[in-house]
């Protein structure tokens, strides 16, 4: 089978390019279009907008020229002076007077009303006091103009007319409101839409009501009165419709099709990658289970690529076991140097490291621990007295007993030993047994005064595997002690200075140094070093602390 290389499959069929630029493309130009139109609307409503204010000025001077006819109606003058002098003699005090004003104020009126078809007319005398009012509908919002009443070079009052606010006439067939204190009062559109909508209605731009975009601008309308504002809304959605509309039924259908070829195509070729990519991905995920590196060749596929990935993982997980291999081994040597050159001080405590660690694994063992735990706590009773290095020969190896000053020193090997055994990653898990393995259950221990559970468990089996083997050995100072008051002595201290849960673990251990069973247990130690090379290391949080003095 020929070999294509992945890169000339992709550059083939382009699936991704092709994509985006549909995409991208019809992104692109409803942008454009919404972005024309936009501008294109706002020029429409300023065109509007002059016009409206050129037909409303010429409307207006039209009728301020008909009010100043009206405000030359002898009617109109005589009522208004009529009303001035009954006011200023106090024959308004009557309430027969005050009704044949009023009644004559309101024929006049309604003279006025026939004479200009209007919504709104007021008369309001020089006192700024409205005289009589009358309006087609209540409730309703008026555009008004005013004109002076004169007699001579004297003001009689002013008459009020005024029309009444079509926002759908005014905005030229579009949608507009009536805006007051900043709220939307009235409006074209449906109320629901203009809910929850905050804005500066005082200056124009883009609004959206009921999930459509409208432009708003405000209108120049001077003869409104009472602080509101007229705003026409014009739909920016509404215009660009049709457009993209268009735009969608011809680039989405083509685009399609195209997508869907490209899409066949690309699926043929994406097998011969993806099937030999899920055996290397299975092979992975199969490693990470057993904890170890094992990529197995996989057979030859179809893509360059793809058998240059297999061969290089591969290659790689052997490279990666094999370089592990060695560092276990180098690992393991360190740790026996360390051991040896610590016991090579004392002829007297030559083997009680390896036999505490071995003592701990046994421990361990009873009570449930996996083979990984077990090693750790192995290992980590094995390096539990390599602080001792610090410790001067002349306190280590003194026959006598120590005196207070010399305890004092001896107590600090286990902080030693956490210090030489932090700096090196690979032995950050058994800091909690080198550091903490002199603390006792109840708390009486050294150098934290850790208790029960506090205290970690690997430290708590060594504590007691190094206390048995201790008195189980000849020592300077004296003699080991017979096995059955060693096993008396840990029953005593079980919960003060040793954990219960250890100690019933302990005896029931194969743990026995009676002279029948140490040649078993130095071929157990022996066989044990021989066989660590295949045991993977763990890693264990670090601790600082000590524990009794079984020295």
């Not at 003001?155 to 030229?172: A, D, F, I, M, Q």
């Not at 120049?220 to 014009?234: F, S, W, Y």
């Not at 051991?339 to 009873?366: K, M, P």
Request: overall charge neutral; aromatic content about 4%; hydrophobic content about 45%.
């Amino acid at each position: 089978m020929r070999e294509n290389s992945l890169t000339q499959r992709v550059i083939l069929f382009v699936l991704l390019p092709l994509a985006l630029l549909l995409g991208t493309s019809l992104w692109w130009v409803e942008r454009a279009v919404r972005r024309n139109t936009l501008v294109e609307v706002r020029a429409e409503m300023t065109r509007r907008e002059i016009f409206r204010q050129q037909e409303q000025s010429s409307h207006a001077r039209q009728m301020l020229r008909a009010l100043q006819t009206l405000s030359e109606n002898a009617g109109l003058k005589a009522v208004l002076t009529l009303a001035r002098d009954l006011e200023y003699s106090g024959a308004l005090k009557s309430s027969a007077a005050q009704r044949e004003l009023e009644r004559t104020l309101a024929e006049r009126l309604h003279v006025v009303q026939e004479m200009i078809q209007a919504d709104y007319l007021a008369i309001i005398n020089s006192r700024d006091r409205t005289l009589s009012r009358w309006e087609r509908q209540a409730d309703k919002v008026y555009t008004r103009q005013e004109i002076p009443i004169n007699l001579g070079s004297e003001n009689l009052g002013r008459l009020v007319v005024g029309r009444e606010l079509n926002l759908v006439l005014l905005s030229g067939g579009a949608h507009a409101i009536l805006v007051r204190a900043g709220k939307v009062e009235r409006a074209t559109l449906g109320a629901p839409l203009l809910e929850g909508i905050s804005r500066d209605w005082e200056q124009p731009g883009e609004v959206v009501a009921g999930g459509e975009r409208f432009l708003a601008m405000p209108m120049e309308l001077k003869e409104l009165t009472g602080g509101g504002r007229v705003v026409r809304l014009a739909s920016v959605d509404a215009a660009v419709a049709p457009f993209v509309r268009t735009l969608r039924e011809v680039l989405i259908p083509a685009g399609s099709v195209s997508l869907g070829l490209a899409l066949i195509l690309v699926w043929f070729a994406l097998r011969a990658v993806t099937q030999p990519l899920r055996r290397l991905t299975a092979a992975c995920q199969e490693s990470i289970q057993k904890g170890s590196l094992e990529i197995p060749v996989t057979g030859r596929s179809g893509v360059l690529e793809v058998n240059v990935l297999g061969d290089s993982l591969h290659q790689a997980a052997v490279a990666a076991s094999d370089a592990r291999r060695r560092l276990r081994q180098a690992y393991l040597q360190i740790l026996e140097a360390l051991v040896e050159s610590l016991e090579a001080r004392d002829e007297y405590t030559a083997g009680h490291s390896r036999r505490v660690g071995q003592y701990s694994s046994w421990i361990g063992r009873q009570m449930g621990m996996s083979a990984a735990e077990i090693e750790r706590v192995q290992i980590g009773a094995t390096l539990h007295d390599i602080g001792k290095i610090g410790i001067p020969d002349a306190i280590l190896l003194k026959v006598e007993l120590l005196n207070a000053e010399e305890f004092q020193i001896i107590k600090t090997h286990p902080d030693i030993g956490v210090r030489i055994l932090e700096r090196i990653d690979a032995f950050q898990e058994y800091l909690g047994a080198v550091g903490l393995h002199h603390e006792n259950h109840d708390g009486s221990g050294y150098p934290r005064g850790l208790r029960g559970h506090e205290i970690p468990l690997d430290a708590r089996i060594v504590h007691v595997a190094d206390a048995y083997d201790a008195m189980t050995s000849n020592r300077p100072y004296r003699q080991r002690m017979p096995e059955e008051r060693v096993r008396r002595i840990l029953r005593e201290h079980s919960g003060s200075q040793f954990d219960p849960a250890v100690i019933d673990a302990f005896f029931a251990s194969p743990i026995d140094s009676t002279a029948s069973n140490l040649e078993k247990l130095n071929e157990a130690l022996k066989a044990n070093a021989a066989s660590r090379d295949s045991h993977p290391v763990q890693q264990l949080p670090v601790a600082r602390a000590g524990g009794p003095n079984w020295i």
